[in-house]
């Protein structure tokens, strides 16, 4: 009976430990407290520096709680400074979760394209070789990015069920290690990558809205961390979600515990919310072709979003100015330019068949194989034409020009390796191509409008 009553006590104990309303309080402040100061550098710095210095705010902000945390029980005072000390942590066991994690999301991933090879293979095969290519067509998919987030959550979860169980050995500090290797695995993936790709002229900068979405995929990682060191560590959970609401009892204590769901669900729903803007909604156009076309739509201009249209196939701008032909008149008029003026030259290539073309008729609705040829005129004058030609193994041939303006007797000269490629939404896919003048095979190219490409180079006017 005594033994039965102390063991009670030490569970209350224990429950009261990590459940008091001050470390709850702080974590949510401390949360709160991220997201001020990342919105306040976003602010004064820009988002580019807001984002690569989030986790290592979110790590010094986890350390102070973490200290205050173990202090708070010391009967004897301590300066404040040594809540900045450094904490104690198990760096093979940080070392072996970050491997956990790096396993779990490479099997799925795996998983997950041997699935998606079966499944939708215009997708599969249209995937770029390069990194970056590759990033920006999965992350354009709905599906797969939802199946990328939650494999990471998971991926997280498990790193801290990994924790806990290799808690029984000293010294361990399970929580600490699971949200240390979560920030370790983020810090590589995000702060040191991406600008990696963008020294190495791999990628541009990331967008507003790319910023905005590698916060809201990153945060909740050292959460869901935590999470599974707890799972592991109470292992019946039906008791131990017993305790939780047995210890929120009184009136005050569940209003306390109902506003820290409110703002964890709201949060959630907020970042749905914008996860589902990021997707246009299903467009689906009259009478479709049934085979693959090139550039079939009737066409819009720059500044226009109208469904159902293809952009023109090619069309110029002076390098420092900030829009293509805005009308069909401009577009006819062609573009006026001076002596040592840089024009970008941009061709835009479309599949125009119905999305499921390729399931209806296999071979015919997937463009293969698609090849670009470019000529510019060269000879002194004053009009001179930019010429495209493109078609795939499958497709109609797609023939047009641009008229360039300039001074009697200047030329236009290509400017070697301007060539770049840009996906449908304008993200850099790959840069340093010879497109001016030569014949560039693009491959395959599926019936979606997302997988519609956008191919630009560099002319000169000189004398």
């Not at 050292?222 to 292992?235: D, E, P, R």
């Amino acid at each position: 009976m005594v033994a039965k009553k102390a063991n009670k006590k030490k569970a209350n104990n224990r429950r009261k430990e990590i459940l008091d309303t001050p470390r709850i309080k702080s974590f949510v402040a401390i949360t709160l407290a991220y997201a001020a100061l990342v919105a306040l550098l976003a602010l004064l710095f820009g988002t580019t520096f807001a984002t690569f210095v989030s986790t290592p705010i979110w790590a010094f902000l986890y350390l102070i709680f973490s200290k205050w945390s173990q202090e708070r029980g010391r009967l004897e005072f301590r300066p404040w400074r040594q809540l900045l000390t450094f904490p104690k942590l198990n760096y093979s066991h940080i070392f072996l979760i970050t491997v956990v994690v790096v396993f779990v999301q490479g099997i799925a991933g795996f998983i997950f394209a041997f699935l998606q090879e079966r499944t939708d293979p215009e997708l599969f095969y249209s995937v770029p070789k390069n990194l970056v290519g590759a990033l920006d067509t999965l992350t354009n998919d709905p599906l797969t990015v939802a199946v990328l987030i939650l494999v990471a959550l998971i991926s997280y979860i498990i790193g801290g069920w990994v924790s806990s169980k290799l808690a029984r050995t000293k010294p361990s500090f399970p929580y600490r290690n699971a949200v240390a290797a979560v920030i370790i695995y983020n810090l590589i993936s995000y702060s040191l990558l991406v600008p990696l790709a963008m020294i190495t002229g791999e990628a541009d900068p990331p967008s507003t809205k790319e910023i905005g979405y590698i916060i809201l995929a990153t945060s909740p990682g050292y959460l869901f961390a935590a999470f599974g060191t707890w799972i592991g560590l109470k292992t019946n959970i039906r008791k131990r979600l017993y305790q939780i609401f047995s210890w929120a009892g009184t009136l005050k204590r569940r209003l306390f515990l109902g506003l820290v769901c409110a703002i964890v669900f709201g949060t959630t729903c907020f970042g749905l919310w914008l996860f589902a803007r990021k997707f246009p909604k299903p467009l689906f156009c009259e009478n479709p072709p049934s085979t693959a076309r090139l550039n079939y739509w009737a066409v819009m201009y720059s500044g226009s979003s109208e469904p159902c249209h293809d952009y023109p196939s090619v069309d110029a701008r002076l390098v420092n100015s900030d829009h293509y032909s805005r009308n069909r008149e401009e577009w006819e008029g062609g573009l006026t330019a001076h002596l040592g003026d840089e024009i970008y030259v941009l061709v835009y290539i479309n599949n125009g068949a119905g999305d499921n073309a390729e399931q209806e008729n296999p071979g015919y609705g997937i463009a293969r194989d698609v090849r670009l040829t470019t000529s510019v005129d060269a000879h002194p004058g004053n009009n001179h034409n930019v010429r495209v030609e493109f078609a795939g193994s499958n497709t109609n041939t797609v023939v047009n020009q641009f008229k360039i303006i300039t001074p009697e007797g200047a030329r236009l000269e290509v400017m070697p390796m301007s060539g770049e490629t840009y996906s449908y939404i304008g993200s850099l896919i790959s840069k340093g191509l010879d497109v001016g003048n030569a014949t560039v095979l693009l491959g395959d190219l599926p019936p979606k409008w997302q997988s519609s490409i956008f191919i630009r180079f560099r002319v000169r006017v000189v004398a």
